[in-house]
């Protein structure tokens, strides 16, 4: 088995180290750099997931592929918590094979890639949640960057959604003010009146209700930065007590008669066209200028592909952390579906996507049919090409004494296409999530109804009836079960 994995991953290109057992695969493992172990689940002196526990504590760890003979479902499910990307029954052909180590190879890749982003943005941005592979945001970030070291006003423009808050912290943290507080405010969250308060503060007395002097945004981010997010939103009336602000650097709270200098960098953002609203009477001009000392313009995220997958990628492990839950990897054609889709809401579009999906899942990887369970984006039937990743992985494999009765039949030599699966229905997709969801809360809550429910965010009753619906162990037993609270 060991020599047939080889030969049909050297064929394919991949450069391939083999081992007899886990003993001699850790050695590998520890003295030289791989991006892929295929190993066996039984082996003598060590075995399978003792290797792959620690294969995983080794710096820098390679994914693995767990291989058996006697194919179980808790075999499987053991690999998969246990860190590994995928689980191969033997026998298997070589088409079997050389899928599963495309797409692990892939995965591998794109986290390693993820990584690296994530030391140059903190580096080079200032923030590491910062995810930069286009052109086209590179550009974007430079400007910021440069503009950065200096205290000048900046007009952050581009649609909801595509990260001018992050731009905007960016440029924050790459400052000379970094030590300073960051202060965002929306302005088209808050009524004018209460918004005029909120900004510029008010004196004891200045209105009913007002029994202590309050200090506003402004004074809050004084020797910081203030955002002032949605400015297209801001009234008339405020645009130019704004403008004074900018050009006298101080302010006076409502109802006082005195006003306070301010040191503060502002930075506006805005996902409307302001320059159509100075020409249609709802912006000020002047404050436009103004504000418009060096603009930055943050691009749509369909205009910007290469950034898709690595911003996916990105939010599978915030989430995953967060939730406590291991996802391994986007499979070929939710990737082609992802780089694809419209993205009318950008960026926080889909991070909410992958968030929803690691929420509903209890673990295993981005799929076509998971993202179809919850996207509400829409795109055309084109194959696009497929993603690849070459042939310049390294493979080490490891085997044990494979059982007689599970020897491999000689695959035929010639790839042939898997069949099409059958496609997936928004109703089955749905259901089958959800009694997933509900299975792994009542087995993280050792059964216990009552904080199943909690943690699934529905009611006692709710969760009995989809427990009835989905025949869910003994949905008619006390809803607390008998080991209390």
């Not at 710096?59 to 590994?84: E, L, N, R």
């Not at 900046?154 to 959604?161: F, H, K, N, R, Y």
């Not at 986007?330 to 929420?359: M, P, Q, S």
């Amino acid at each position: 088995m060991c020599t047939y994995l080889q030969e049909i991953l050297e064929t394919a290109g991949y450069r391939v180290d083999t081992a007899a057992d886990g003993e001699e695969g850790l050695d590998r493992v520890s003295r030289y750099r791989y991006d892929l172990v295929l190993s066996d689940v039984r082996m003598a002196h060590m075995d399978g997931f003792e290797f792959l526990k620690r294969v995983r504590d080794t710096f820098d760890p390679p994914d693995v592929v767990m291989i058996s003979g006697y194919a179980t479902v808790d075999d499987a499910v053991a690999s998969i918590k246990h860190g590994a990307v995928d689980y191969l029954t033997k026998p298997f052909d070589r088409n079997r094979v050389l899928s599963a180590v495309r797409i692990a190879l892939e995965r591998h890749r794109l986290e390693r890639e993820v990584r690296t982003l994530r030391m140059q943005m903190s580096t080079t941005y200032g923030d590491e949640r910062l995810v930069v592979v286009s052109s086209a945001m590179r550009q974007t970030m430079a400007v910021a960057k440069a503009v950065a070291q200096t205290d000048t006003i900046v007009l952050i423009e581009g649609p909801s959604g595509t990260g001018k808050e992050m731009v905007a912290r960016s440029i924050h943290r790459q400052s000379a003010r970094s030590a300073g507080p960051f202060v965002p405010v929306n302005c088209g969250a808050l009524p004018a009146s209460l918004l005029e308060s909120e900004l510029f503060g008010y004196e004891k007395g200045a209105f009913t209700g007002a029994n202590q002097s309050k200090k506003g945004l402004f004074e809050s981010a004084n020797d910081g930065t203030l955002l002032l997010d949605e400015i297209g939103e801001l009234p008339l009336n405020l645009q130019a007590t704004l403008l004074r602000v900018l050009q006298e650097k101080e302010i006076r709270r409502i109802g006082g008669t005195r006003s306070f200098p301010i040191n503060v960098r502002i930075i506006a953002a805005t996902n409307r066209d302001l320059q159509q609203m100075v020409d249609n009477g709802e912006f000020r001009e002047d404050l436009y200028y103004r504000l418009r000392v060096v603009p930055i313009r943050v691009p749509a995220l369909r205009e910007r592909p290469e950034d898709i997958i690595p911003l996916a990628t990105h939010f599978m492990d915030v989430y995953g952390r967060l939730l406590g839950k291991s996802f391994h990897g986007i499979e070929e054609e939710a990737a082609r579906y992802l780089t694809t889709a419209e993205w009318r809401g950008n960026v926080r579009e889909l991070e909410n996507l992958i968030h929803g999906i690691i929420t509903l899942f209890p673990s295993g990887s981005v799929t076509l049919s998971r993202i179809r369970t919850l996207s509400s984006t829409r795109t055309d039937e084109r194959a696009g090409e497929p993603i690849g990743i070459g042939a310049e992985g390294a493979v080490a494999v490891v085997d044990d004494d494979t059982p007689a009765s599970s020897r491999y039949e000689e695959a035929p030599r010639e790839r042939t296409p898997p069949p099409e699966p059958p496609a997936p229905t928004l109703a089955r997709d749905r259901g089958e999530a959800e009694r997933a969801a509900i299975l792994d809360a009542l087995q993280r809550c050792a059964g216990h109804r009552g904080r199943a429910a909690a943690a699934l965010g529905i009611s006692r009753t709710s969760l009995w009836r989809k427990m009835n619906k989905y025949r869910i162990g003994d949905a008619n037993a006390p809803a607390d079960g008998a080991e209390g609270d």
